[in-house]
């Protein structure tokens, strides 16, 4: 049985620490807030090391705390697993992570079996062009609570829905390559009552060649979520909502809808981490996501 510690108490922390209980796992939370019965928790990292003495740990704060959780794991000499929700932080800084055995950015959408699938089926084909899109109603994200009292509705706290519904450009990165250069433009177009802008769009040139395209948005009422895309050869569409694989408009594959959050649970429990977003690829998709802000601000194409 290992034992995992959770900093931080949100939907996510608990999410993940339901998921590692479901194992037969021990988990203790690191909040001020109270848990719930059968979960132990502590008010500070400090007594939990000392008390609890963790085999992994996972960051799951709001994101404008990820650096400086992970850097009182640091300075108090954990040597251990770490694993931070995603994004990683709100702006790219590089934190010198040696002593620790491992260190990833959690992407639950890497575990789908869609995803896993296009990869396979791309390997031999020559990528023309991309399109991934993502829309999301933000007051149906959490249930139970006010969307403005959430961090998703405070550019200081989560970084917008760039950096929220950033499993876009994780998995882009990994289906269509780095992107060199982007334009980008963000704007406010609901009436929700937020501080960040509500959708994004990004258009982008990779370093496979692939002419690319992302939107990510808090506004769709339907949940929206898939990939269209172009080879020499063959179209896919990619309907992630619904586990289904097009190709040429044909029926190619359909999946189970899955419970990611379990699979990347066991995946970390057994030390099968290869295929997770690494700490410098987290670091690279805060490079796109600044450069996408930056791009809207001077309303001009960036270099990555």
Not at 268 to 275: E, Q, R, S
């Amino acid at each position: 049985m290992k034992k995992i510690t959770i900093i931080g108490y949100g939907s996510i922390g608990r999410r993940h620490g339901a998921c590692f209980m479901k194992l037969g796992h021990s988990v203790s939370f690191v909040s001020r807030r109270s848990p719930i019965e059968g979960e132990t928790s502590h008010e500070n990292i400090t007594s939990n090391l000392k008390l609890f003495n963790p085999d992994i740990i996972l960051i799951c704060t709001e994101t404008s705390k990820h650096d400086e959780n992970l850097k009182e794991l640091l300075s108090l000499g954990y040597e251990k697993d770490v694993y931070i929700e995603k994004p990683l932080f709100l702006k790219p800084e590089k934190i010198d992570t040696s002593q620790l055995s491992n260190i990833s950015v959690l992407y639950n959408l890497r575990g789908l079996k869609e995803i896993n699938f296009i990869r396979n089926e791309l390997n031999n084909e020559k990528i023309l062009k991309a399109k991934v899109y993502c829309g999301q109603y933000l007051p149906q994200w959490r249930e139970g609570r006010d969307y403005r009292d959430t961090y998703s509705s405070d550019v200081s706290k989560s970084g917008g829905v760039l950096a929220d519904l950033s499993h876009e450009i994780d998995y882009s990165i990994l289906l269509f390559g780095k992107i060199k250069t982007l334009t980008a433009l963000g704007s406010k177009v609901s009436d929700l009552e937020l501080g960040t802008d509500d959708t994004y769009d990004i258009h982008a040139q990779t370093d496979r060649g692939v002419e690319l395209h992302i939107h990510v948005n808090y506004v769709d009422k339907v949940p929206t979520r898939y990939i269209e895309l172009k080879t020499q050869n063959n179209e896919y569409k990619i309907d992630i909502i619904n586990g289904k694989v097009l190709k040429n408009n044909e029926e190619s594959a359909v999946f189970e809808k899955a419970d990611t959050y379990l699979l990347q649970a066991e995946k970390i429990i057994n030390n099968d981490t290869n295929d997770f977003c690494s700490y410098d690829d987290g670091l690279y998709i805060n490079q796109v996501i600044v450069k996408a802000l930056e791009s809207n601000r001077l309303k001009k194409q960036v270099t990555v």
